[in-house]
Nanobody, 120 residues
């Protein structure tokens, strides 16, 4: 089955940049969507950016123009490039995917999360 592993979380100053990576591994038939979520303490996870099978991307209003989701299919890595970071971006960031097995069964996979801390 699909496994996701995030990396790249760090502590940065406001206005700085950071790249998060999510390595995809395991056996899967088809990826339906790839996305980055974030979770603030005590809150639910909210989608930050997503990508469908056609490569179309969507972003939360709070990160439009600052964050970019991309994928390196040759390396099976999903990226989230974050620029002009703000203290409000401080959260645990998760990689997520809806994927299908060969029998068309749909699964939802999550990574373990990576902490991003932005100091003002």
């Amino acid at each position: 089955q699909l496994q996701l592993a995030e990396s790249g979380g760090a502590s940065v100053h406001a206005g700085g940049s950071l790249r998060l990576s999510c390595a995809l591994s395991g056996v899967f038939f088809r990826l339906e969507t790839l996305a980055w979520y974030r979770q603030f303490p005590g809150n639910q996870r909210d989608v930050v950016a997503s990508m469908n099978t056609e490569g179309q991307t969507t972003y939360a209003d709070s990160v439009k123009g600052r964050f970019t989701i991309s994928r390196d299919t040759s390396k099976n890595i999903l990226y989230l490039d974050m620029a002009d970071l703000k203290a409000d971006d401080t959260a645990v960031y998760y990689c997520q995917s809806l994927w299908r097995r060969s029998d068309n069964y749909l699964f939802n996979a999550w990574g373990q999360g990576t902490q991003v801390t932005v100091s003002s």
